[in-house]
Each structure stands twice: as structure tokens, then as C-alpha cells.
């Protein structure tokens, strides 16, 4: 029996500012160089764990303890937050955050100068470091200048110098494209099998997680433990569609070609899923029941973009010859790297930005069929044709009130008062946020606070909407509050254009997926087509669907079909 | 986008030398050229300045916006030094030698002429040695060097934390600035001032709002990996001193001497070729 590293006894924690206690008497043991994913939905008191492990709480937020946590054997209680990061290493959800060098280098070595390292040891051990985690060619470069999977790993290399027995990972995908998301979860386990360290990751996202073996599986659910098992196990229960995490998408296929699920199939991993020749033979089936062809949307075109290219000033090309045309009540998904030209697309067609080359024009003007070009005209102009959301919320909210918020965009408009009341209202109502209109902002949940932030472009009454990541960091359950609100704009008629590295978003929300590489467009087509098409994945980072896998374990040819008969059953449920 | 810190990487002595070596010669001249009047040291200042600049290879153009900035702040400087004082300089040297305009308050006198000319001199002794350090010192080394002279090491990696998040909360700036605009905050010069003072707050604002959150996450992570534990710290980027820091120092040592002693032996801090 190995050692125990981390013990909660009847552990409980309530922040100062709060009523209720985040932790509930939790009780668990986390042993010596075991690997152990804590998962829940938001505000499961998931990241309050990872604050009681490495030593935030109780030294940095001020709060209530009862019961006990020790850590390598001594109470945390008793430590101080200084003691704890000999024993716990952090990598934060926000790596940008966490970088607090101004070079690659001088982050690594940031523990190891607080602690009086001479220079030398530094120079060694940094350079040691980085070629673990490969970045020794980015010594010298400063953090704007890396990707954001780059920076991840310069913050797991600034943990690992201290030689930390516990890595701890909160949220590493967060903010990850997939393949990259990918790579570090692989990372992780290689830097284990190394090191022999203890690694917590705190992650809802399951199925990526579960790319690589992990020992356990902690399901949090309001401050409580939902589940302590293997994941083999917690994956043949339904406890995690009852707690809002989603299972992996070729449990989801299983289940509708009605298979039990059990424990000694290995459902952790398609890679070493025991299937029978029976079960295949219900996927077959069940595939083979029906079979829907997914279709282009057919409407008016509303929005063309011709022969774009966009260059910075310091020469960097970020559009090459860029052309797609919008059709009106389309939803569709820019998928691509960080860095692919997604955001510079977006920003160029908001006016942000304005293209060296080509055309940018909108087929509706004020409700009338003619073409309008947007390059003649201000961003306030542009802003009447085509919407802007921002991926954080936080960044465009800047009334106390709803309605304030709301009318903003109108107001600055200099629109009749009465005319603004009515459109205000009007929008709140198709936003659900009607009843919240006379709150401050302040009162709601981040979800919310989204609703508020489309709201207010929505007032504006634009032919298409353009959304920066609309559901980064969020949960099961909020994913699916602010996908299907965006749905139902959508099928009202609001054109929704979404930028995003959530492939299950794609998948199941959108029927055109305009794929960026390098700055070109490289795939314009059905995300089931993206998505099992291996050589597009490769090239654009993404992540090939476990569907497509699936598909080829039970010996069905045609991936994409299979994938799209999946959606088109989720659809069919999420609609009764 | 400005760099506040426009550190320009070219191999030079000058780029040799230690952030913390810079800094004090920096601070020794300025309050060098600071302290005195004394023409012939003012004369003298921007000469060596000047060869200083061939010696570490910045050029002009490298420092234009800075260079046009501070000469038009020069101008302004002398310009309300005459509006309000005309005959400030008759008054310094004791004698009124008058050019043109008899007995007028805004005669001009030699005495005049020959302060301005100092007080440009004053300018050009010090500002080319301040673009030289900002140009030649490496961001990364600065904090280090800050240490090094005597500053909390607490305070001087607030220092180094600023150059570390200008470029993020600049660009983020960018960011909102551009998606306010496109809901209508006019921001351009077609507002009046009073109103683009308005819609900046709709800017700041969610700025503030998520400059609050990014500080909460670099404290914690500050502290998970130990800043603040010791008294002191070591740095990755520390540079030790060799010859040339201390000829260097010394140099400048001696400059600042130079110029109080001047004071001390003439009684005064101005130069004075009217008597």
C-alpha cells in the first residue's frame, strides 16, 4: 500500500463573503503517484479543492475551516502558503495569468530566485527545465510572442523546477485549441511517468481528459462527493449526465444503440473498449435505421466576403484571399489554431480591422435587397449590419442596470426615447431577460451576463452576429443554456456567425463549419465532414470525433455519415 | 503600438554595461546637469552625450517620437519662461544689456538670451543620456538592477510586472475600445472633448473590471511559487559588475563633483560673462 500524499477528513470550507459552506464534509484520500481527475459542473466547489490544496485557502481568501486536510502528512492548517508550494505546484487555468516573467526564462526561474537560488543554478536548471517541456528554443522570447499551448508549458516548467511532489492542474484546457489540448494532457502524462509525481487535474471536460489514462475519478457536486471511482466504473453509471458533465460522445452513440454499458468493457478509452460482436452489431442497426442526409442551409445570401487579405503592420499576412458568402439564418462555426486568422477575420469584418484586398459587402440595406459595402463605411456604421460579442462579457459591460446596458448601443444612436423603450423591451423579452430588466448587471451569473451582452448588439438589429468563443469555460449545463438560446435567435432568423475551439459546439449546434489555416480557408463544408475527415484535422488542429472512431471500431465505412445520424438523434431528443 | 519601454537590442559597450550601472550614471548626470548653470559644463554635457549615442548605436530615428516630444516641451518651457518672466535673466547676472525694445516689459536683453540658452543647454545635457538608458537597458535586467542599487526587491518587481502586462492591457484596451465603438461610443475627433471624456468611461470601465480579475490571478500566482518567502531574492537576468561599470560610474561620479564643486567655488550656480 503506498503512501497517502493528500487526506481530506470531514473536511468543510465556507468563504467569509458567502452564507452557505462551498466544501461539505468532504472525505477522500489522494495516494502517492496516483493520477486523479476531479471533475463537476460550475460551481461545484471544484476550483475551492484545488485553493485547499495548494494553500490559497486558507492563506490568501479568509473563510472557515472544520475538519482536516493534511498534505504529505502535515496539516495545512498549521503550514504557510510558502511550505505548501514545496509540496504542491500549480498550473493555473490562465496561463497568460501565471506567466509573471518577462521572458520564458525568467519564469521558469521565478520560484527558484525567490527562494536565493545562486545565478547559476538558475541558468542550469532552467535550462534543464525547458527541455523537458520542450520550449529551449523560446528562452529569450516574451509571453505575447508564444501560443497559448507554449504557455502552459512554461508554467508547468516554472512548477516543476521546484521538484514539487504534487502537480496540479486547474482547468488545463480552458483556453486550449484541441489538438493542443491534446498534446498537453499527453504532456502531463508523460511528465508523470518521468517524474513519479501525484497529478490532481481539476477538468470538465471528460472525454479529452480521458485521452490518456487517469487512476480516479472525483465527481463534485455542491460541495459534496458525487463519485470517488475508477473512470471504468463511473462511466458504465449514469451519475454524470445527472450532474451536467458530459460523457464521452461514443457513450452517448452506445447508449442510443441501446448497450449497457459496464465496467469491464474499459469505457474509459475506445482505444481498449471491449465491444462484442453483438454490440456491434446494435450500433450497425441502429445506424442503419435511418439515415438523414445533412443539408446546406438554402436561403439569400446576406453577407459576401470576396478576396480578402489583411496584413499587420509588422508584415505578418494574416488573410490570404479569404472569400465565403453568409446565407441568411445560417449558423456557422470559424474553427481553426490560435493564430489561424480567425479573430483577424472577425475583427476585419466588424471594420476593427481593414483589409489590404478584396471586398466586404452585405446583400440587405435597412431591410431593402441591395448590396452594401462596408469598407466605405465608420465601425458605428458597420455595426448596424453586422454584431460584435466579445468572448468575455466583462470586457463589454459598462452600465450598472440592464436596460441601461441594453440601450446603449441605441442611445448613442441618438434614436427617439420611445423608440429605444420599445426595442430595449422587445429584446429583453427574446433575450428571457425581461423579468431580470430592472437589476443591476452585478446580480448575475457569468451565463446571464452573456444573455445581457447579446442582447445588446442584438438591439441594434444587425443582419448577422459574429461570437468571439461563446461558451469558453463554461460547463455542461451553461454550454447548453447559452447554445440553445443562440438557437433559438437563430431560428428566429438572427444569421449567427460563432468562432470557436469547441468541437462538440460545431457539431451539434451548426451545419456549415468554415475551417482557417494559415490564413486561408481550408475547409468550408458540415462539421460531421470536418470532423472525420483525418488529413483536414491534422491541418487545422482540431480533434477527430471519438463518433468517427467509433464508427471505424464496428466496421462502418463512412464515418461522416454515421457522425451525422448521431447529431440528427441528439437534435430529435433535445427537441421533445 | 508604443513601447514604453523601447529597449533597442544592438551590440554596443553601452548595451554591455549593467542595468544597475546605467541607472546610477543615468541619475548622477541628470542631477549634474540638474544642479548647474555653469555654460561651459552645459556645453560640454551634450557633446559627450552625443558621442555616447554613436558609441551605442542608436540612431536619431530610433528616437524621433521621444526627441520631437521633449523639444516641443523644451519650446513650451521657454516660451512661458519669457511670458511671464521677460527680464529673469537680468535679474540672475545683475546686468541689463538691452537688444531691442528700450524700456518695454518684453525688451530683450542679452542677459534674457543668454539664460534660454542655457536652459536649452540644461535640456540637451540631459534628455539624450535619459533616451540612451531607456533605449539601452534591457526590461528584464531593470528590475534586477533596481534591486541591486538598494530598492525592495518587492518594489522593483512591481516595476518589472508593469513592463510585463503594459502590452496585454494595451492590447486589451484596443479590444474594447473597438467594440464600444461599434456600439456607437464615438471616440474619434468628431466628438466634443466633453463627450469622448464620457464614452472613455464605458472604455475604462470594463477595462478596470477585468484589469481586477487578471490582478487576483497574478497574486495567487505569485504566491503559489513563493515571492515574498525571504527577505531577499536572486535573479535569473543578474548581471555582476566588471571594469567598465565601474570606470563608467566613476565618470559620472565625477561629473556630478565637478559640477557642485563649481558651485561651492564660485559661490554661485550661474556662469556669468556680463561682469
Same mark, same amino acid.
Given at each position: 500500500?503506498?503512501?497517502?500524499?493528500?487526506?481530506?477528513?470531514?473536511?468543510?470550507?465556507?468563504?467569509?463573503?458567502?452564507?452557505?459552506?462551498?466544501?461539505?464534509?468532504?472525505?477522500?484520500?489522494?495516494?502517492?503517484?496516483?493520477?486523479?481527475?476531479?471533475?463537476?459542473?460550475?460551481?461545484?466547489?471544484?476550483?475551492?479543492?484545488?485553493?485547499?490544496?495548494?494553500?490559497?485557502?486558507?492563506?490568501?481568501?479568509?473563510?472557515?475551516?472544520?475538519?482536516?486536510?493534511?498534505?504529505?502528512? /502535515?496539516?495545512?492548517?498549521?503550514?504557510?502558503?510558502?511550505?505548501?508550494?514545496?509540496?504542491?505546484?500549480?498550473?493555473?487555468?490562465?496561463?497568460?495569468?501565471?506567466?509573471?516573467?518577462?521572458?520564458?526564462?525568467?519564469?521558469?526561474?521565478?520560484?527558484?530566485?525567490?527562494?536565493?537560488?545562486?545565478?547559476?543554478?538558475?541558468?542550469?536548471?532552467?535550462?534543464?527545465?525547458?527541455?523537458?517541456?520542450?520550449?529551449?528554443?523560446?528562452?529569450?522570447?516574451?509571453?505575447?510572442?508564444?501560443?497559448?499551448?507554449?504557455?502552459?508549458?512554461?508554467?508547468?516548467?516554472?512548477?516543476?523546477?521546484?521538484?514539487?511532489?504534487?502537480?496540479?492542474?486547474?482547468?488545463?484546457?480552458?483556453?486550449?485549441?484541441?489538438?493542443?489540448?491534446?498534446?498537453?494532457?499527453?504532456? *502531463?502524462?508523460?511528465?508523470?511517468?518521468?517524474?513519479?509525481?501525484?497529478?490532481?487535474?481539476?477538468?470538465?471536460?471528460?472525454?479529452?481528459?480521458?485521452?490518456?489514462?487517469?487512476?480516479?475519478?472525483?465527481?463534485?457536486?455542491?460541495?459534496?462527493?458525487?463519485?470517488?471511482?475508477?473512470?471504468?466504473?463511473?462511466?458504465?453509471?449514469?451519475?454524470?449526465?445527472?450532474?451536467?458533465?458530459?460523457?464521452?460522445?461514443?457513450?452517448?452513440?452506445?447508449?442510443?444503440?441501446?448497450?449497457?454499458?459496464?465496467?469491464?468493457?474499459?469505457?474509459?478509452?475506445?482505444?481498449?473498449?471491449?465491444?462484442?460482436?453483438?454490440?456491434?452489431?446494435?450500433?450497425?442497426?441502429?445506424?442503419?435505421?435511418?439515415?438523414?442526409?445533412?443539408?446546406?442551409?438554402?436561403?439569400?445570401?446576406?453577407?459576401?466576403? /470576396?478576396?480578402?487579405?489583411?496584413?499587420?503592420?509588422?508584415?505578418?499576412?494574416?488573410?490570404?484571399?479569404?472569400?465565403?458568402?453568409?446565407?441568411?439564418?445560417?449558423?456557422?462555426?470559424?474553427?481553426?489554431?490560435?493564430?489561424?486568422?480567425?479573430?483577424?477575420?472577425?475583427?476585419?469584418?466588424?471594420?476593427?480591422?481593414?483589409?489590404?484586398?478584396?471586398?466586404?459587402?452585405?446583400?440587405?440595406?435597412?431591410?431593402?435587397?441591395?448590396?452594401?459595402?462596408?469598407?466605405?463605411?465608420?465601425?458605428?456604421?458597420?455595426?448596424?449590419?453586422?454584431?460584435?460579442?466579445?468572448?468575455?462579457?466583462?470586457?463589454?459591460?459598462?452600465?450598472?442596470?440592464?436596460?441601461?446596458?441594453?440601450?446603449?448601443?441605441?442611445?448613442?444612436?441618438?434614436?427617439?426615447?420611445?423608440?429605444?423603450?420599445?426595442?430595449?423591451?422587445?429584446?429583453?423579452? *427574446?433575450?428571457?431577460?425581461?423579468?431580470?430588466?430592472?437589476?443591476?448587471?452585478?446580480?448575475?451569473?457569468?451565463?446571464? /451576463?452573456?444573455?445581457?451582452?447579446?442582447?445588446?448588439?442584438?438591439?441594434?438589429?444587425?443582419?448577422?452576429?459574429?461570437?468571439?468563443?461563446?461558451?469558453?469555460?463554461?460547463?455542461?449545463?451553461?454550454?447548453?443554456?447559452?447554445?440553445?438560446?443562440?438557437?433559438?435567435?437563430?431560428?428566429?432568423?438572427?444569421?449567427?456567425?460563432?468562432?470557436?475551439?469547441?468541437?462538440?459546439?460545431?457539431?451539434?449546434?451548426?451545419?456549415?463549419? *468554415?475551417?482557417?489555416?494559415?490564413?486561408? *480557408?481550408?475547409?468550408?463544408?458540415?462539421?460531421?465532414?470536418?470532423?472525420?475527415?483525418?488529413?483536414?484535422?491534422?491541418?487545422?488542429?482540431?480533434?477527430?470525433?471519438?463518433?468517427?472512431?467509433?464508427?471505424?471500431?464496428?466496421?462502418?465505412?463512412?464515418?461522416?455519415?454515421?457522425?451525422?445520424?448521431?447529431?440528427?438523434?441528439?437534435?430529435?431528443?433535445?427537441?421533445? | !503600438?508604443?513601447?514604453?519601454?523601447?529597449?533597442?537590442?544592438?551590440?554596443?559597450?553601452?548595451?554591455?554595461?549593467?542595468?544597475?550601472?546605467?541607472?546610477?550614471?543615468?541619475?548622477?548626470?541628470?542631477?549634474?546637469?540638474?544642479?548647474?548653470?555653469?555654460?561651459?559644463?552645459?556645453?560640454?554635457?551634450?557633446?559627450?552625450?552625443?558621442?555616447?549615442?554613436?558609441?551605442?548605436?542608436?540612431?536619431?530615428?530610433?528616437?524621433?517620437? !521621444?526627441?520631437?516630444?521633449?523639444?516641443?516641451?523644451?519650446?513650451?518651457?521657454?516660451?512661458?519662461?519669457?511670458?511671464?518672466?521677460?527680464?529673469?535673466?537680468?535679474?540672475?547676472?545683475?546686468?541689463?544689456?538691452?537688444?531691442?525694445?528700450?524700456?518695454?516689459?518684453?525688451?530683450?536683453?542679452?542677459?534674457?538670451?543668454?539664460?534660454?540658452?542655457?536652459?536649452?543647454?540644461?535640456?540637451?545635457?540631459?534628455?539624450?543620456?535619459?533616451?540612451?538608458?531607456?533605449?539601452?537597458?534591457?526590461?528584464?535586467?531593470?528590475?534586477?538592477?533596481?534591486?541591486?542599487?538598494?530598492?525592495?526587491?518587492?518594489?522593483?518587481?512591481?516595476?518589472?510586472?508593469?513592463?510585463?502586462?503594459?502590452?496585454?492591457?494595451?492590447?486589451?484596451?484596443?479590444?474594447?475600445?473597438? +467594440?464600444?465603438?461599434?456600439?456607437?461610443?464615438? !471616440?474619434?475627433?468628431?466628438?466634443?472633448?466633453?463627450?469622448?471624456?464620457?464614452?472613455?468611461?464605458?472604455?475604462?470601465?470594463?477595462?478596470?473590471?477585468?484589469?481586477?480579475?487578471?490582478?487576483?490571478?497574478?497574486?495567487? +500566482?505569485?504566491?503559489?511559487?513563493?515571492?515574498?518567502?525571504?527577505?531577499?531574492?536572486?535573479?535569473?537576468? +543578474?548581471?555582476?559588475?566588471?571594469?567598465?561599470?565601474?570606470?563608467? !560610474? +566613476?565618470?559620472?561620479?565625477?561629473?556630478?563633483?565637478?559640477?557642485?564643486?563649481?558651485?561651492?567655488?564660485?559661490?554661485?550656480?550661474?556662469?556669468?560673462?556680463?561682469?
Amino acid at each position: 500500500m503506498s503512501e497517502t500524499l493528500i487526506q481530506f477528513r470531514n473536511f468543510s470550507w465556507k468563504y467569509q463573503s458567502q452564507a452557505e459552506p462551498t466544501l461539505r464534509g468532504l472525505s477522500f484520500d489522494v495516494k502517492k503517484g496516483e493520477k486523479v481527475l476531479i471533475c463537476g459542473p460550475s460551481g461545484c466547489g471544484k476550483s475551492t479543492i484545488a485553493h485547499c490544496i495548494n494553500g490559497l485557502i486558507p492563506f490568501s481568501y479568509r473563510g472557515d475551516i472544520s475538519g482536516s486536510l493534511t498534505v504529505c502528512g /502535515k496539516e495545512t492548517k498549521d503550514l504557510s502558503i510558502f511550505e505548501m508550494s514545496k509540496m504542491v505546484g500549480t498550473v493555473l487555468q490562465d496561463s497568460d495569468g501565471q506567466f509573471v516573467g518577462l521572458t520564458v526564462a525568467e519564469d521558469i526561474a521565478f520560484a527558484l530566485e525567490n527562494d536565493c537560488v545562486p545565478q547559476s543554478d538558475l541558468i542550469r536548471t532552467v535550462k534543464e527545465t525547458a527541455s523537458i517541456v520542450s520550449v529551449s528554443d523560446h528562452l529569450r522570447h516574451a509571453p505575447n510572442e508564444l501560443s497559448g499551448g507554449q504557455k502552459q508549458r512554461v508554467s508547468l516548467a516554472g512548477v516543476m523546477v521546484d521538484n514539487v511532489p504534487i502537480l496540479l492542474f486547474d482547468e488545463p484546457l480552458a483556453n486550449l485549441d484541441p489538438a493542443t489540448g491534446k498534446r498537453s494532457i499527453a504532456l *502531463i502524462d508523460e511528465i508523470q511517468k518521468k517524474t513519479g509525481a501525484t497529478v490532481i487535474i481539476i477538468e470538465h471536460r471528460l472525454e479529452d481528459v480521458l485521452c490518456r489514462p487517469v487512476d480516479r475519478v472525483i465527481l463534485m457536486s455542491e460541495g459534496t462527493i458525487a463519485a470517488n471511482m475508477t473512470p471504468d466504473e463511473l462511466l458504465s453509471t449514469d451519475l454524470l449526465p445527472k450532474y451536467g458533465i458530459r460523457e464521452p460522445l461514443y457513450l452517448t452513440a452506445l447508449k442510443y444503440a441501446g448497450i449497457k454499458i459496464t465496467p469491464e468493457m474499459h469505457p474509459d478509452s475506445l482505444e481498449h473498449m471491449v465491444l462484442s460482436d453483438e454490440d456491434i452489431k446494435r450500433v450497425k442497426d441502429w445506424y442503419g435505421a435511418g439515415r438523414e442526409e445533412e443539408l446546406p442551409a438554402e436561403g439569400e445570401p446576406l453577407l459576401s466576403v /470576396k478576396n480578402v487579405s489583411f496584413t499587420y503592420d509588422n508584415g505578418f499576412q494574416a488573410l490570404k484571399d479569404v472569400s465565403f458568402e453568409v446565407k441568411k439564418g445560417e449558423m456557422i462555426s470559424v474553427v481553426g489554431t490560435n493564430g489561424a486568422g480567425k479573430s483577424t477575420l472577425a475583427k476585419v469584418i466588424c471594420g476593427f480591422l481593414r483589409q489590404q484586398q478584396g471586398t466586404i459587402f452585405t446583400h440587405e440595406n435597412d431591410g431593402v435587397r441591395e448590396e452594401c459595402d462596408l469598407s466605405g463605411l465608420s465601425i458605428k456604421e458597420i455595426a448596424d449590419h453586422i454584431g460584435y460579442v466579445m468572448q468575455n462579457p466583462n470586457q463589454m459591460i459598462s452600465k450598472v442596470m440592464i436596460a441601461e446596458e441594453v440601450a446603449l448601443g441605441l442611445t448613442t444612436r441618438k434614436k427617439p426615447e420611445d423608440e429605444i423603450t420599445k426595442s430595449v423591451e422587445d429584446t429583453l423579452r *427574446i433575450c428571457g431577460l425581461y423579468p431580470f430588466r430592472k437589476w443591476p448587471i452585478s446580480a448575475l451569473s457569468f451565463g446571464q /451576463k452573456k444573455r445581457v451582452t447579446i442582447a445588446s448588439i442584438l438591439s441594434l438589429d444587425p443582419e448577422v452576429i459574429i461570437l468571439d468563443e461563446p461558451t469558453a469555460g463554461q460547463d455542461y449545463r451553461h454550454y447548453t443554456e447559452i447554445m440553445e438560446f443562440l438557437r433559438e435567435l437563430n431560428d428566429q432568423g438572427v444569421t449567427v456567425l460563432m468562432i470557436t475551439h469547441d468541437m462538440h459546439l460545431m457539431l451539434e449546434y451548426c451545419r456549415r463549419a *468554415i475551417v482557417v489555416t494559415g490564413g486561408r *480557408i481550408c475547409a468550408d463544408t458540415t462539421p460531421a465532414a470536418v470532423l472525420t475527415d483525418p488529413e483536414l484535422v491534422e491541418k487545422a488542429s482540431l480533434k477527430e470525433t471519438s463518433l468517427y472512431t467509433l464508427a471505424l471500431l464496428c466496421g462502418i465505412d463512412d464515418g461522416r455519415a454515421f457522425t451525422e445520424h448521431f447529431i440528427s438523434c441528439e437534435r430529435q431528443r433535445r427537441g421533445k | !503600438m508604443i513601447n514604453l519601454f523601447n529597449y533597442i537590442d544592438r551590440p554596443s559597450p553601452i548595451h554591455k554595461l549593467t542595468g544597475a550601472t546605467k541607472l546610477i550614471c543615468t541619475v548622477l548626470w541628470t542631477f549634474a546637469a540638474m544642479v548647474t548653470y555653469d555654460t561651459r559644463l552645459l556645453i560640454l554635457m551634450p557633446v559627450i552625450s552625443l558621442l555616447l549615442f554613436r558609441v551605442s548605436k542608436i540612431r536619431f530615428r530610433d528616437v524621433k517620437v !521621444m526627441l520631437i516630444a521633449t523639444f516641443a516641451f523644451m519650446v513650451l518651457n521657454n516660451l512661458t519662461v519669457f511670458l511671464f518672466s521677460p527680464q529673469h535673466g537680468c535679474t540672475i547676472y545683475g546686468t541689463k544689456h538691452v537688444i531691442i525694445g528700450g524700456n518695454a516689459r518684453y525688451a530683450l536683453t542679452e542677459e534674457q538670451l543668454f539664460y534660454h540658452f542655457n536652459l536649452i543647454l540644461k535640456y540637451l545635457s540631459q534628455i539624450p543620456m535619459i533616451l540612451l538608458f531607456i533605449t539601452t537597458t534591457d526590461p528584464s535586467e531593470f528590475a534586477a538592477s533596481l534591486n541591486k542599487v538598494g530598492v525592495s526587491y518587492k518594489i522593483s518587481y512591481a516595476v518589472a510586472l508593469t513592463l510585463r502586462y503594459i502590452p496585454d492591457i494595451q492590447r486589451e484596451y484596443v479590444d474594447i475600445s473597438q +467594440a464600444q465603438q461599434a456600439r456607437g461610443i464615438e !471616440m474619434s475627433k468628431k466628438e466634443s472633448l466633453i463627450n469622448r471624456l464620457r464614452s472613455a468611461s464605458t472604455i475604462l470601465i470594463p477595462l478596470i473590471m477585468s484589469s481586477m480579475d487578471r490582478i487576483e490571478v497574478i497574486s495567487n +500566482a505569485m504566491e503559489l511559487r513563493g515571492f515574498g518567502k525571504n527577505k531577499k531574492r536572486t535573479w535569473y537576468v +543578474a548581471r555582476r559588475f566588471v571594469k567598465w561599470d565601474y570606470i563608467a !560610474m +566613476a565618470g559620472c561620479a565625477l561629473l556630478f563633483l565637478v559640477s557642485i564643486a563649481g558651485i561651492f567655488i564660485s559661490g554661485s550656480r550661474f556662469y556669468n560673462p556680463f561682469v
